[in-house]
C-alpha cells in the first residue's frame, strides 16, 4: 500500500528556496511513476512535475520552468521538488501523487496523494 508523506513545506520571503520532500511510507514505491501538484485558495488543484522511475523522462509545467527541479531516490522511496526563485504566487498546499494513468497533467489521473504540505511566499 503506498502511503505517501510530505515534508518541507514553510514560509520563505520571495526570491528564497524551499525543497519539498515526499517519502512512500508504505514502502512500496515499485516502478511508479511520481508527480507534484499544487492547490492555492479557491482554485483547482495544478500540475507542477512530474518523473518517471528511473527518473529518464521529466515534465514540468511552464510556470516552474528553470526554477524548480523534482528528483527522486528510489532506494530512499523518496521523491524531491527543488525550489528556487520563489514568487507569492508559488504560495499553494504541495502535494506529492503516484501511479498515473492518461493525462498526466490531470490531477484525476492519479491513483496515490499524500495530504499535502503548505508553501507560503511573502512579497
Known amino acids: 500500500q503506498v502511503q505517501l508523506v510530505e515534508s518541507g513545506g514553510g514560509l520563505v520571503q520571495a526570491g528564497g528556496s524551499l525543497r519539498l520532500s515526499c517519502a512512500d511510507s508504505?514502502?512500496?514505491?515499485?516502478?511508479?511513476?511520481m508527480g507534484w501538484f499544487r492547490q492555492a485558495p479557491g482554485k483547482e488543484r495544478e500540475f507542477v512535475a512530474s518523473?518517471?522511475?528511473?527518473?529518464?523522462?521529466?515534465f514540468y509545467d511552464d510556470s516552474v520552468k528553470g526554477r524548480f527541479t523534482i528528483s527522486r531516490d528510489n532506494a530512499e522511496n523518496t521523491v524531491y521538488l527543488q525550489m528556487n526563485s520563489l514568487r507569492p504566487e508559488d504560495t499553494a498546499v504541495y502535494y506529492c501523487?503516484?501511479?498515473?494513468?492518461?493525462?498526466?497533467?490531470?490531477?484525476?489521473?492519479?491513483?496515490?496523494w499524500g495530504q499535502g504540505t503548505q508553501v507560503t511566499v511573502s512579497s
Open positions: 518523473i518517471t522511475w528511473t527518473g529518464g523522462t521529466i
Open positions: 501523487a503516484a501511479d498515473p494513468e492518461g493525462d498526466w497533467k490531470l490531477s484525476t489521473d492519479w491513483g496515490y
Open positions: 508504505g514502502r512500496t514505491f515499485n516502478n511508479y511513476p
